[in-house]
């Protein structure tokens, strides 16, 4: 959820009054998708064995073995698809006019939060994000899916982009501070040309990336609220965010408004009544009508002045899915929005030169709350077992930090990772007792001898030696037709291997296509963060002929940043 950092928007929005947005055309049926290497022998034979011939691996589209800081697994494209993935995407012949600038221009990062692959195919079949669909039907480009690793959670994804550094989630508990943190932690103390996107520019994000400039940022936005007050914070984003609604003459109040009402009768009927629900109708408008048109601007703005790089999360399919669901109308209607404005600035880039990159930060995966399904908070139900396991416990000696579908839990009183045999002293039985709750699937430790796994029936082991289980294998559930179990096995490893990851992770169950909610603060039906399902599968859209990409091969997102970051250079 990212619908919260813009409220600085509100102060003007009403009395902006001429409405934009019209709907996107039918889109085209896309047919099966091919590899980029597939693709590129077909258009340019002779490019395509130069490219061999200088060092690039025929199967993975990457550097050869030993080239990449990344692992890379072996290419999961030649297994069976799952009945639900539709007609893959491919390039079809049509006008392949050469890009403007193979080796130049703006890097241009636009980033669709929350659709997954999946969707994204049968949002195309449907006729929704027609901009898309051509891209790939008739301009080169090529769709494919990739992992983004754990946790599935935007800020970091940015932070592994931008920063080649993976984040526990969007917030943590910090034992060192003792207290609950963000991911813009990430930022302090960076040298100033730290970021993927220095001197670049950012738009609609939770991180700046490194960029000096641009608006909706909400490191930026904190910062001023820390040393200007709420007030004038609000009155500077204003500032920033002014300039680009009057450079493109969007002025979308009676769109924005016609919305707001609709959702908030819908909210009501949908029983969504947290206190951050009350408010989510008015944000998640201001969000779509007045911050998405400010980032369409900023975009076509910095490819026309050359910027090095620009970047921007469109986040409100992701926010309309969260409570609506993830194939609704409302969710794929706000897709073609996206679509409209992925449009303007794919025009821009034409004429200009922009290096174009489409693609999402995660999916999602259907859920139902942790809370509505079980009348507790999970911080309540983890007080719980620690009153059940040490009789000196008081609440809050176990913190409970939500991920959406996974959760850390810290010994707050142990400094550092408090491995299985230190939480055993503490809380006996305490790693049965969760595991046994019908909300949670799965519980991972750290032990001498590797990361641990327990799961309701069975347990296993990820070691240097490699996996090994007994009983049903824990990640049983979680493994799909993209999802082996060694990657999923890697990327939880990787997981507890972060400083500040929970002495305990707990991933929510993924059972008949749906999951557990953590969080307390929305009622969401959809979401993403842990493992099961289509939160795991992202999507690229790229041109294979600015740069050789296998996505498939990426083990998280920090691949993203190896393509990127080699595009700058």
Known sequence: MTIFKFSALFTFCL??????????????????????????????????????????????????????????????????????????????????????????????????????????????????????????????????????????????????????RKLPGNEWFSKTRNKEVTGAIVEEGLPSNAGLLHKGRAFLSELSGGAQKGANVRVWIDKDSEKYGGFWSKIREIGRSIPYLVRGMKFPGITFWKEWRQMKKDFAEKNYETETDKYAPVYISMLNNFAASVATEGLKKAIIEEAPSVYADFSGYDEKAHYYGYSSDQAFTELDRIDKNIGEIMETARKYGGRVFVFSDHGQTPSETFVGKFGKKPQDFLDELGKQTDSMYK?????????????????????????????????????????????????????????????????????????????????????????????????????????????????????????????????????????????????????????????????????????????LK
């Open 395 to 567: 609440n809050g000696d176990l913190v409970f930090s939500q991920v959406y579908s996974m959760g850390n839990i810290y010994l707050k009183n142990v400094s550092g990772h408090a491995g299985a045999a230190e939480i055993k002293k503490n809380h006996p039985g305490i790693i049965e007792k969760l595991v046994s709750h019908q909300g949670v699937g799965m519980a991972a430790l750290r032990d001498s001898g590797g990361i641990i796994l327990i799961s309701k029936n069975g347990r296993a082991v990820i070691s240097a030696a490699g996996y090994s289980s007994e009983g049903n294998d824990p990640l049983a559930p979680y493994l799909d037709a993209r999802m082996s179990r060694d990657i999923l096995a890697a990327q939880i490893k990787d997981y507890l291997e972060l400083e500040e990851s929970g002495d305990i992770v707990i991933f929510a169950p993924y059972e008949n296509g749906k999951t557990i909610d953590y969080n307390i603060k929305y009622t969401l039906i959809s979401e993403h963060g842990g493992i099961g399902g289509e939160q795991m599968h992202p999507f690229i859209i790229y041109d294979p002929r600015i740069a050789p990409v296998n996505p498939e091969s990426f083990f998280d997102a920090r691949g993203l940043n190896g393509i990127f970051k080699s595009l």
């Open 15 to 164: 009395t902006l009054t001429a409405p934009v947005f019209s709907a996107s055309e039918n889109a085209l049926l896309a047919p099966e998708n091919v590899s980029a290497l597939e693709y590129e022998a077909a258009r340019n034979p002779v490019d395509a064995a130069l490219r061999l011939q200088a060092g690039f691996d025929g199967a993975a589209g990457l550097p050869k073995p030993g080239e990449s800081v990344l692992p890379v697994f072996p290419d999961i494209r030649g297994r069976e698809q799952s009945p639900v993935v539709l007609q893959e995407l491919k390039a079809d012949s049509g006008d392949f006019a050469p890009p403007a600038v193979s080796g130049g221009g703006t890097l241009v990062l636009i980033q669709i939060d929350g659709l997954s692959y999946n969707r994204l195919q049968e949002a195309i079949s449907k006729g929704y994000a027609g901009n898309i669909a051509e891209m790939i039907k008739n301009k080169g480009f090529v769709a494919s899916p990739y992992f983004c690793g754990v946790p599935t959670v935007t800020m970091s994804i940015q932070s592994q982009m931008f920063f080649n």
